[in-house]
């Protein structure tokens, strides 16, 4: 159940997101006054101002830490009674936008509480290091005809915001980063279409006992001047065994950038910690189409999971939706990226001409600093509807992070079709597998052209290693649809529940292409 609230949550800051257009929220940045105007939006009220600096939300966060859990409370119930239309019909007041028409390169837009959303994030501008925060109120809001009556008491504030920049490079501000629901967070390159998330923290994904979502309490977006590239996002997140403080700058572009700094203050030892966790959604594909009764012929938003491991390979799983909890852990040592990608890129590949998924982008991770020993872990959970995120990725530490320390981490997250680097190697394109007449499963894998791939095949050797179960001699031909070369094999699971693959193609014994790695699940 918990991961169907989490792709709950994501649907709908996704709709919020995407449904709103130009009905935005926001205020000046006239800071010296308690209410700020444009010439077209509300008025907004704003706090008394307090010196700020990127130290507060450490020292706010050491000091979550060394006390007690508090739960934040919920907003009114009429709040939380909302349905998706209605919540969809409170719409921002055009014009009102932060920023907005001012010499500065970005503009943030906010969301409304309410339905899924169901308690309040404190936000602050900082501007000439002082922050105020933004009082939540409906004169900010246009209401649509599907709205009821809403009180405007009780624990009352914002549930997230959105960053407009200059993303297309056209000097048009849009829409490429979303921060909304526990420590959930979105972006996008230039002229993609939103799919995977970012969060903050996971912790105790996939465990027996449940999962445990942190959520980030309080913002502080700094104001940007003019010809500067990147706007700065600070965050405070909270929850029953961890405190901790984030740093984001965020720089739109054909690949966006994130950078991450943060610190971790356990209340607890975190013996089952994730570190840049990403959560996404697999259906299905070519391996388990049959199971779906669908005119498209795939579901997904990422297709596989790439790691440049510490022993400089370059690893390839396809991701799979298996009918039990499937957790796979790739251990490491000092990692030097991972992600999910989306290499299913033309529009045939999923015939869905709404959701866009071939135009989904990826997200690619690179450690700030030498992470040490531990897994790339990826957990796959059982989904029968395209609505709920069921695959989430982290880098999770062999040791514990302990109760009262320090943790201090940093990441470079890019966002885009291609953000991933070239591994200078022949990828994996597709994985294909079916049932073969007169027993055992066809599996096919095909692979991207590469100058590493010889014109004669006699000289390229697929090297296939299986962990349990049985398989034919591979055979290798050229694929003129890809330009590329297509290994296949038939592979006997016998009795077995699950059969564990990997193959490369080698020349000279030397790797020429990705390592594709399977798991087989009867």
Known sequence: MADVTRRSVLGIAGKAAMLSGANAFGLTSAMASGLVSSD????????????????????????????????????PKPWLDLNYDQYRDIRFHPGSTLWRGEDTP?????????????????????????????????????????VPKLPETGSLGFSGFRVHGDIKGT????????FQGASYFRAIGR????GLSGRGLALNTGDPTGEEFPDFIEFWIERTISGSEQVTVHALLDSPSVAGAYQFELIPGTTTIMDVKATLYPRVDL????????????????TNRKRFD???????????????????????????NPSLLQISSFVDNSPRGFGLMQRARKLDDFADLEAHYHNRPGMWIEPGEDWGKGAVTLVEIPANREIYDNIVTYWRPAKPIAAGSEHRMSYRLNWGKNCAPDGNVSKVLNTRSGARYGGGRIMTIDFAPHDKIPTNLDDLHPVINIRNGKISPPIVQRNP???????????????????????????????????????WTK
């Open 106 to 146: 970005f503009e943030v837009q906010f969301f409304a509480p309410g339905l899924y959303f169901t308690k309040s994030v404190d936000i602050h501008i900082v501007e000439d290091a002082t922050a105020r925060p933004v009082h939540f109120s409906l004169a900010n809001f246009k209401l649509g005809p599907h």
């Open 294 to 320: 669908d005119f498209r012929p795939a579901v997904h938003d990422n297709d596989g999971l790439m790691i440049a491991n510490g022993a400089g390979e370059i690893l390839w799983r396809p991701l799979s």
């Open 40 to 75: 077209v939006g509300p008025l907004m009220k704003l706090g008394e101002p307090t010196p700020f600096h990127s130290s507060l939300v450490a020292a706010k966060a050491r000091a979550l830490a060394q006390v007690s859990y508090k739960p934040r409370p919920n907003v």
């Open 171 to 178: 000097k048009k501000l849009e829409e490429f980063a979303v």
């Open 191 to 194: 002229n993609d279409t939103y």
């Open 271 to 286: 013996t089952h910690v994730g570190i840049a966790p990403q959560t996404s959604m697999f259906l299905f594909d070519e």
């Open 481 to 519: 649809a890809t330009g590329g070369v297509r290994v296949g094999f038939t592979y006997y699971p016998g009795d077995l529940a699950a059969m564990e693959m990997r193959a490369q193609l080698m020349v000279n014994k030397k790797t020429v292409s990705e390592v594709w790695l399977y798991r």
